[in-house]
């Protein structure tokens, strides 16, 4: 079983990752393969996985050995590194072979993990508990769920009666009370539900997964061993009521064989849940050893779960894989995985549980070396990436360094530059003079710019005449020609404005000699029967006069507006101007074509909706197919 096992373990072949499992396999369950695998030693005294494990369980740590790697911490959870964290407390406790001097001890990763976890107890949120997710972007922060909790409480029970510091044994406590007020966990039927959001902590998630009832028996069978007198008396009520809980997790003629009777029934069990009976195994079997007199009672559901696992091991190509359903008969139900092959593992292996000695503690055996102050870096940390903390600060020479690179990049940009002006027909003196024309005229087309925007400004009434005199725009464009004898704007065609009714300039409006400043409302056809209407730098200019913001349009002219067209006309120079001009909307805006019926030659808008906004540009005070091409 644990060879077919680790037939999915890709971290000991070339280009794997130690101590990782491939895709589509999380980072949590290679942890809980880990554990496996040092319960694989710890029953049978076979070592050839040892190294493999002690590599796994050493590269996962992370920079502050507390097994947050930069390669996972960004989509990390709190039971994600729980159970990492469980994987070197069983190293710790059951003396696996400890890694050299200069690399990080099994009870300090525990200790690690343990001391990250507790500063991110919230107590804002439900009064307490850990969040499911470690930062606030993963989808799930906002949820409390009980594996999390029951990581951290078994982790704590444990480090309590390996190290016989009380303070362990107070967060366990503390885990446990709250697990009780929310009711994640019943005191009466002692069932442990999911979880609970944070936007309601009294809506429980129902399910019940094994390995939240194992993770809690066994912390609790470790705090029975830890305390004395009546302490020890109320968690021996505890493993009692949390074993009797379990029951729900058996079923079969006799009501002896494991199932994940959350999600097997039904063929849901996903990727995660089809190891979680691994666990509940794996911890039932290590609490007989601090609470003896389960023993009569976990060892026959053990045995009867084994020997169905193990009828379910005839699939796959080596007619030996093991399947996920043990309480279907010898026979394969066609699933193979990690989590089918560790589960069948664990609960066979369960069964040698009276033949191993008991786990040690520092005062008993132990040899693991701990630190109580482990991990400290991270804890409360919530940058994952420790941005301010990876680089270190900038030198001298850094500096210096930096502003000659930046000189270079100037220099490159320049050099650049001239290269493509040049001309290699030219001389140096011809290439040279070619440059400074450029550059100078670059510099006049700023000033220039600069002085038209002061004029804007200061004067708008004076850059209108300007700009009417000699219609920068649509004569550079060529679509504005200039009479020879009196100035006057002309068409492509060479006719003067207002004359024809094919005029592109005038289109359909009636010309009239007014003073800028008073023009004239004239209506004009629907959008659908004109073509769009050419402005000019005055027509914006005198749309800005009249009204200089959007929200005082608004304000003046009720909250919509009908298109018109004015002609303004000043020195016999003709300048077209457009201007939107306030109407009192309809009660109820038309559905049929705008164009037909009385509406014809107007067009109405509907209230503006929303906060008045400053500063918008002219042509966005009319919408749609009314927008005027500026």
Not at 202 to 207: K, N
Not at 423 to 452: N, T
Request: aromatic content about 10%.
């Amino acid at each position: 079983m644990t060879e077919d096992m680790m037939s999915f373990y890709s971290g000991d072949k070339p280009g794997g990752i130690p101590g990782l499992l491939p895709q589509p396999y999380y980072w949590w369950e290679a942890g809980a393969l880990m554990g496996a695998l040092i319960d694989f030693w710890y029953y049978t005294g076979d070592t050839r996985w040892n190294a493999l494990t002690m590599e796994g369980l050493l590269f996962q740590t992370g920079p502050n050995n507390d097994y947050m790697p930069p390669n996972q911490t960004v989509t990390e959870g709190n039971d994600d590194q729980g159970f990492w964290g469980m994987a070197v407390m069983s190293a710790a406790e059951y003396n696996f072979d400890n890694p050299s001097p200069d690399k990080p001890q099994w009870l300090s990763l525990a200790q690690a993990v343990f001391n990250t976890q507790a500063a991110r107890w919230d107590a804002k949120d439900c009064g307490g508990g850990l969040r499911w997710q470690i930062f606030t972007w993963n989808n799930g922060y906002d949820y409390k769920n009980s594996i999390s909790q029951a990581c951290f409480f078994n982790l704590a029970a444990r480090l309590a009666l390996y190290t016989g510091n009380q303070s362990y044994a107070d967060w366990a406590e503390k885990t446990w009370d709250w697990m009780v007020a929310t009711n994640l966990l019943n005191s009466e039927y002692y069932y442990v539900y999911d979880g609970t959001h944070t936007n309601n902590c009294s809506e429980i998630t129902p399910y019940q997964w094994t390995y939240n009832a194992g993770a809690f028996l066994l912390g609790a069978a470790a705090l029975y061993n830890y305390t004395t007198g009546p302490v020890q008396s109320i968690w021996r009520d505890r493993v009692d009521g949390l074993l009797n809980g379990t029951s729900v997790f058996f079923t079969g003629p006799n009501k002896d064989i494991m199932t994940e009777v959350a999600c097997e029934p039904v063929d849901l069990c996903d990727l995660d849940q089809q190891s979680f009976k691994a666990y509940l195994s794996r911890w039932m079997a290590a609490t007989t050893k601090w609470a003896p007199w389960t023993y009569s009672r976990i060892k026959p559901l053990l045995q009867s779960s084994a020997m169905a696992a193990a009828g379910t091991c005839k699939g796959g190509s080596n007619g030996r894989m093991c399947g996920l359903k043990w309480d279907q008969g010898e026979k394969w139900d066609g699933s193979t995985g990690v989590g089918q092959q560790m589960a069948a593992m664990e609960v066979v292996l369960g069964n040698m549980i009276g033949d191993v000695g008991a786990p040690v503690t520092d005062r008993k055996g132990g040899t693991s070396k701990g630190d109580p102050g482990a991990g400290g870096q991270d804890m409360g940390r919530v940058d994952p990436l420790h941005s301010a903390d990876a680089w270190p600060p900038v030198s001298s020479s850094g500096r210096a360094g930096a502003w000659i690179l930046m000189l270079l990049t100037i220099i490159g940009l320049v050099a650049g530059c001239v290269f493509v002006l040049v001309d290699e027909r030219k001389g140096a003196k011809e290439q040279i003079g070619g440059i400074m024309d450029v550059v100078l005229m670059a510099g006049r087309r700023r000033r220039k710019r600069r002085g038209s925007n002061k004029l804007r400004k200061e004067n708008p009434d004076a850059l209108g005449r300007m700009v009417a005199a000699g219609s920068v725009e649509n004569e550079r464009a060529g679509e504005v020609g200039r009479s020879d004898s009196d100035g006057t704007l002309r068409g492509d065609d060479g006719s003067e404005p207002g004359n024809g009714e094919d005029d592109e300039v005038k289109r359909q409006s009636q010309h009239v000699v007014l003073p800028v400043g008073e023009p004239p409302i004239i209506k004009v056809p629907h959008p659908r029967n004109r073509k769009p209407l050419r402005t000019t730098l005055l027509a914006k200019q005198h749309q800005r006069h009249i009204s200089k913001t959007r929200a005082s349009y608004w304000k003046e002219n009720g909250g919509s507006g009908e298109t018109v067209v004015v002609d303004a006309v000043e020195n016999k120079f003709s300048i077209r101007v457009n201007e939107v001009v306030g109407t009192t909307p309809p009660k109820k805006r038309r559905h049929s074509d705008p164009g037909s019926g009385g509406s014809k030659d107007k067009v109405t808008l509907p209230p503006r909706k929303g906060p008045i906004k400053k500063g918008v540009r002219w042509r966005d005070t009319v919408e749609g197919s009314q927008r005027l091409d500026v």
